[in-house]
């Protein structure tokens, strides 16, 4: 087993060097300049102090060196926790600015997510054992996958925000509120929570309630299943055994989820203007920050690759045969 | 008599309508016997074994009883089936490598399979370990994941599992199919002896290999399109067979010692009717060398001999 995780986490090592990489050169063959832009921001229009304050924030940025020379330096403030100074924030280091983003965002994916995922696997294998339930499921199910996130973001918004005015639209809370950790504050976050968090968390629940279904539907016709039937074994275990077989497939599904969704939740963010990670991506791309952009993506490749290194240690556990496989079974 | 089968008709619910796939089988078993049942695929073997434990979903009882011991089979009600299940009837599947939860040690599965149907694991637990070490399995196995075991060890733990109970009548649904021919005859010769052992008290053991069967039956019945066509002991349905379907059944068969060189061996031109819609009649007619006029009406069923029954016009007394 000891192998199995050291080959693993080169794997992952590797795939990190390259992410990061990636990370590096993609911003820059973007087309545009962002200190040209921060040049025009500040309406320099004197020659002279404009190539003052070009080469000021060319050293600044650390543009004044060669692109291999960046690469390397890149790494090297990687290492020390430094990834820059923002553009679009200037003079906000990246990290404090991804740094007050990130825990709305996961405030806003951890719970959709894992609510979905448990709901959703609960209502698809119950779904599987009852005709009734399994029409109504299935079709509704199959609607909320298809729909896209935004559309149902804008329709949500659309009947509780304006038609019924239960919730507010924007924001990660009121303006007229300082962030602090008082009562009124963390009711009013509350309320401006929930609206993108039932976006998220409806999408996502039709998918796993139709892939539990048809997981457990699959496990009940399976071969030990009729033999346990055919020795009279109760149909509790049978089902017990069938839900506990299903769900692992599902756990993988959950870890991979985790580390994608932060796509899906992107727009979310954008269409309620909710002050996370995605909406902090979407200004980077929009102001030419290059090192917002990168601190962005580095944080998405550390999920992503955390969580399916957490999806492969949570397989192994739980299933015996991926961990007899990888022990070498005695037959 | 152990059991006693009368007119049992069992019919498949298809879309296009009713397959009868048992269509009338009446037969006997006494205690201690060991009735092989063959037939080519599509006769009603499995679902014959099936009908006597287990209908599946699409299974429909039509007609006809199965009483085992004195005591009616309640078939079509699966409900009040499940107490007769494993400890008086018991079945080893056709699919023994994939019959174990893949995620459960097999000691614990069967703790919790016994737990459930009111057992109790730890006094089983000594007979239960016995009875692996006789198939040559060590006690570890209980310890083990079905995927550590190889296939034919799966068979074996399937085999003990399934006749813990000591049951009065166990069906051998093609075991022995997916194993190779040294695993084949142990497998045959585990079940006689368990049958020695008073394990199990009598034993249905479907298959298409004759030649094995023979080799551990009593009796032989053979199947044609959901109908038993003819039932004898074992030696005289290899030696003499009289249903011109057994003959050609026999007559595929290869011969020790004889050299065969180019010839090819013998086949049954044609394939069995579809029992959707079975033909009126002699149901082998259509594919039998001796088919007459006579055969459009039902055989008879012919005793020809102590325990020998023929259904056949041809079958000479």
Known sequence: MGRYFRRKLLIYGLTFVIAVSINFAVPRLMPGDPVARMLTRNSVSNPESSEAMRSYFDNVFGFDVPVWQQYLNYWAALFKGDLGVSVYAFPASVSSVVLDALPYTLALLLPSILLSWVVGNALGAKAARNKLLDNGVLPIGYILTAVPYMWLAILLAWLFGIILGWFPVAGGYSFALTPNFSWPFIVDLLHHWVLPFLSLFIVALGGWAIGMRNLVIYELESDYSNYLQALGAPTRLIRRYAFRNAVLPQITGLALQLGVVVGGALVTEVVFAYPGLGSLLLNAVTNQDFFLLQGILLFIVIGVLLFNFLADVVYVLVDPRTRLGLEGGQS | ?317
Not at chain 2, 230 to 246: C, D, F, G, L, N
Not at chain 2, 281 to 297: K, T, W
Request: charged residues 25%.
């Open chain 2, 1 to 317: 008599m152990a059991l006693q089968v009368e007119d049992l008709r069992v019919h498949y619910r298809t879309t296009k309508g009713d397959v009868h796939a048992l269509d009338g089988v009446s037969f006997s078993l006494e205690d201690g016997e060991i009735v092989g049942l063959a037939g080519e695929s599509g006769c009603g073997k499995t679902t014959l074994g099936k009908s006597l434990i287990r209908l599946d979903g699409r299974m429909r009882h039509v007609g006809g009883s199965a009483v085992l011991d004195g005591d009616e089979l309640p078939i079509g009600d699966d409900r009040a089936m499940n107490a007769r299940r494993w400890k008086e009837v018991s079945i080893i599947p056709q699919y023994s490598m994939s019959a174990l939860n893949p995620t459960r040690k097999i000691g614990k599965m069967t703790a919790e399979l016994l737990r459930a149907r009111g057992k109790s694991y730890r006094s089983l637990k000594g007979e239960l370990v016995r009875r692996l070490e006789l198939v040559g399995l060590s006690e570890k196995v209980l310890d083990n994941y079905p995927i550590e075991l190889s296939g034919g060890m799966k068979q074996r733990v399937v085999m003990v599992l399934s006749t813990l109970l000591d049951p009065s009548l166990l069906i051998a649904d093609e075991v022995t199919s997916a194993l190779d021919v040294t695993n084949q005859k142990a497998v045959a010769e585990t079940l006689v002896k368990f049958r020695d052992m008073g394990f199990v008290k009598s034993m249905i053991v479907v298959t298409h290999d004759l030649s094995l069967v023979y080799q551990i039956a009593d009796t032989i019945m053979v199947m044609y399109a959901g109908r038993i066509v003819e039932k004898s002991p074992a030696e005289t349905i290899i030696k003499a067979p009289k249903h011109p379907y057994t003959k050609a059944l026999i007559g595929a068969l290869p011969e020790v010692g004889l050299e065969y060189g180019d010839e090819r061996l013998k086949s049954i031109p044609g394939k069995p009717p579809h029992l959707l819609e079975p033909p009126t009649g002699c149901r082998f007619r259509d594919r039998c060398p001796l088919a007459s006029e006579e055969c459009f009406q039902e055989p008879p069923k012919v005793v020809v001999d102590e325990g020998h029954e023929v259904a056949c016009w041809k079958a000479e007394v």
